[in-house]
């Protein structure tokens, strides 16, 4: 089986299994060593405690032996209380100390002699010299008695096999101790190697194991987490080398890529949905703003029309008037009419009296004019004599001068005439002048009568014109008076309408006043997904899809 | 609106008018001679003599629009101007021929002799006789002003401008500018006579 391919906890297991196992090797070993350890511990505090028993055996042997010895010196019955208390004491340690040995049978046999002693040694010099003693104070014996009863020393030779026996016992158990204590020590430094070895093998086993475990999967995790760095940065390129393991690594590895061909999808479907956004939220925002301005507009458009419709009912109710106005109107013209007819053929008639009166002035005015032209030739006559008449002075005066003296009368004569004949020019001259205007003024007044009678004809046609008009102007003016009628009653519904137009303008106020405070709201409505879009671009785009 | 015609007043300014005309032509034989004889008795006294030695008896006339003269005792007559026939072949300054009372007068037109540049309007309707030595010759002329006495004193030596031909016939200049001409020269020019 491919070790890459075992499932994490299973490398886990077997790394972890074989540490423990040598652990546990090395735990059974040390537990077992530590048992023997306690149990050679224990035997030694058995063994303590024997000796520590025997050592309080001695004691209250001693505790007797040194009461015994106090009474016997004193006599006092205070001395016989260590006495007391050491045969009891004897006899607790000594039960102890048998039972604590009951395994060993050669402690027991040693202990059954101790017993014997002991009891001799009481019964036979302890109790003894007690009653000895008190045979002394009840003066039953003497002290002398007693003292060299003392002195013979029984009872130290007693103790003396109490203390070897005691000796014995504590020596056996001291052997045991030591021998104990040597299997011990080997079984320390036993333990001691076998740890040792058993530790630095452990180490080894972890370490590589560890290595190992660490290889095969967090190097993968690092590649990893170094992957899914780079995702939170937006680095969508990273590829994950295919490793082809069916581990837990494997399969994340594999889940990794998944996840990135889909993150680079949904990046990708995101770049286009962020895209839609934005321009829609732009477009959507423009129209918005449009519409907010359409409706700031309409509001304005609105508020002028409901003026206006105030305005065109004023006016309706002033054509109502004029209406009214009109038909009274029409009929006083209806009279007038009939008058101005009357008067337009008097008129013409007129007309044509003055024409008639016109022509007979050109006449008149026309004889004049040839009456003037025949003066104007009497005049170019009398111009001529003159001339010839001056011409003559002229000659006479130089007839008179040739003359000589007689000549000089003559020629003032001649003077006089030329000076006559200059008059007489000078007056045709001046006729000639009058002549002129007079002439022109025939022409104007002629030229005027012809005007005159074309006025009259233009007259008499406009007079007739007029008549005519006059007579369609009734017509019209009843026309009029019938409109005005009609007008009137128009205006009636129009004043309604005007009515039905102001509520609705009112309605329609409101609705566009609603209607811009709604706008403004989408206006920021659409500014926000607008920026929002903006932003949602700026993370999108923030991802890299291709380095 | 034209105005309202006084028609009384016209009527009165033509009465007026007509007892006026009807006045004037009936004046009474007695008034005609009245008026005669104040003229008869202004007329039949004496004139003042002039002194001869200082004044000049001279004609004055218009020649397109420049006052000219010349001493009666050149001037035969005056009279109108009337069949010039032109002569073909002659001097320009000889306008033609005129036929006064049977007799044929060579016309002269002084613009021409001048040498003045034709312009200006001109009537040219009078001629002036000229005799003296034994020639005649008609001056053209526009209109004839009149016999008067010319003091000498006021003619004054040709002025420097006027030279060559004008200075020949020039007898003076007067301080209005009247150009008085010598009619003897005129008449003894040999250029100015035509054989005819």
């Known amino acids: 089986m491919n070790f890459i391919n075992m499932k994490i906890g299973t490398k886990l297991a077997f790394g972890f299994g074989s540490v423990l196992t040598i652990f546990l090797l090395v735990i059974v070993m040390s537990y077992k060593n530590f048992t023997q350890f306690k149990e050679s511990d224990a035997w030694n505090i058995h063994t303590y405690q024997v000796i520590l028993n025997a050592e309080n055996i001695l004691m209250s042997l001693i505790n007797i032996e040194t009461g015994q010895r106090g009474f016997v010196i004193s006599g006092k019955d205070i001395f016989l209380e260590p006495v007391n208390m050491g045969k009891v004491d004897f006899d607790n340690h000594y039960a102890k100390i048998k039972a604590l040995t009951s395994d060993n ?35 039953q014996k003497t002290m002398d008695k007693v003292l060299a009863e003392f002195s013979e020393a029984k009872g130290k030779a007693l103790m003396d096999e109490l203390r070897r026996i005691l000796d014995d016992i504590k020596g056996d158990e001291e052997r045991l101790l030591v021998i104990r204590t040597n299997s011990m020590e080997n079984l320390k430094s036993q333990t001691d190697i076998s740890m040792t070895i058993g530790g630095v093998i452990g180490v080894f ?23 899914a760095n780079r995702l939170a940065e937006g680095d969508l390129t990273m590829r994950i080398d295919v490793a082809n393991r069916t581990d837990e690594i494997g399969v994340l590895q594999q889940a990794f890529r998944i996840m990135i061909g889909k993150l680079r999808e949904l990046n990708r479907d995101l770049r286009e949905g962020v895209e839609v956004i934005a321009s829609s939220s732009t477009e959507i925002l423009a129209t918005v703003s449009q519409v907010a301005t359409g409706a700031a507009e309409t509001a304005t458009a609105v508020s002028e029309t409901s003026t206006t419709a105030e305005e065109v009912k004023q006016t309706a109710h002033l054509s109502h008037q004029k209406a009214k106005n009109v038909q009274d109107s029409a ?5 007038v009419s009939a008058t101005g007819h009357q008067a337009v053929a008097k008129t013409i008639e007129g007309m044509h009296h003055i024409r008639e009166q016109m022509e007979s002035i050109a006449e008149s005015v026309v004889r004049l004019s040839e009456q ?46 030329k000076s006559l004949a200059e008059q007489s020019r000078q007056a045709t001259a001046q006729v000639r002048v009058i002549l002129m205007e007079v002439q022109k003024a025939t022409s104007a007044a002629v030229m005027a009568t012809e005007q005159g009678t074309k006025v009259v004809a233009a007259g008499v046609k406009q007079a007739t014109e007029a008549g005519d008009s006059i007579q369609a102007l009734a017509g019209s003016i009843n026309e009029a008076a019938q409109a005005a009628t009609q007008i009137a009653a128009s205006n009636q519904q129009q004043l309604v309408g005007m009515d039905q137009i102001a509520l609705a303008i009112a309605n329609i106020r409101q609705a566009t006043g609603q209607n811009l405070a709604g706008t403004q709201q989408l206006k920021a409505s659409a500014q926000s997904l607008q920026s929002f879009g903006e932003r949602l671009k700026g993370l999108v785009e923030r991802q890299r899809l291709e380095n | 609106m034209t105005k309202n015609i006084d028609w009384e007043a016209i009527h009165h300014r033509l009465a007026t008018v007509t007892a006026k005309i009807s006045g004037h032509l009936d004046q009474s034989p007695d008034e005609v001679r009245r008026i005669l004889e104040v003229r008869a008795r202004k007329m039949a006294q004496a004139p003042a003599k002039p002194d001869e030695s200082k004044h000049l008896e001279i004609l004055g006339f218009v020649l397109a629009g420049e006052t000219y003269a010349i001493e009666t005792r050149y001037v035969r007559e005056v009279c109108r101007l009337k069949d010039l026939t032109a002569l073909p072949g002659t001097p320009p300054f000889l306008a033609g021929v005129m036929n006064l009372r049977g007799q044929i007068l060579a016309i002269i037109d002084l613009r021409k002799v001048f040498e003045f540049p034709d312009r200006g309007l001109t009537e040219l309707n009078r001629v002036i006789v000229l005799r003296g030595n ?31 031909v004008r ?30």
């Open chain 2, 167 to 196: 200075e020949k016939f020039l007898k003076g200049v007067t301080g209005r500018m009247l150009v008085v001409l010598d009619g003897g020269r005129l008449l003894e020019d040999p250029s100015l006579k035509v054989n005819g």
């Open chain 1, 331 to 335: 009929q006083k013209t209806a009279v």
């Open chain 1, 205 to 227: 086993v972890s370490i590589f194991l560890a290595l190992f475990i660490i290889r095969s999967v967090t190097r993968p995790i690092l590649e990893i987490i170094n992957v």
């Open chain 1, 105 to 139: 049978p050669k402690q027991q046999e040693r202990l059954v002699k101790l017993q014997e002693v002991k009891n001799r040694l009481i019964n036979e010099t302890i109790e003894t010299l007690i009653e000895a003693r008190r045979n002394v104070a009840n003066n």
């Open chain 2, 134 to 164: 034994g020639n005649e010759l008609g001056l053209l002329a526009d209109t004839i002003e009149g016999v008067r006495l010319l003091a000498t004193a006021a003619l004054q030596d040709c002025l420097p401008t006027l030279t060559g």
């Open chain 1, 372 to 417: 003037g032209q025949a003066i104007s030739e009497i005049i170019a006559t009398v111009n001529d004599l003159a001339e010839q008449s001056n011409l003559l002075a002229v000659n006479a005066a130089l007839e008179a001068s040739r003359a000589g003296e007689y000549g000089k009368e003559f020629a003032v004569v001649a003077q006089e005439v």
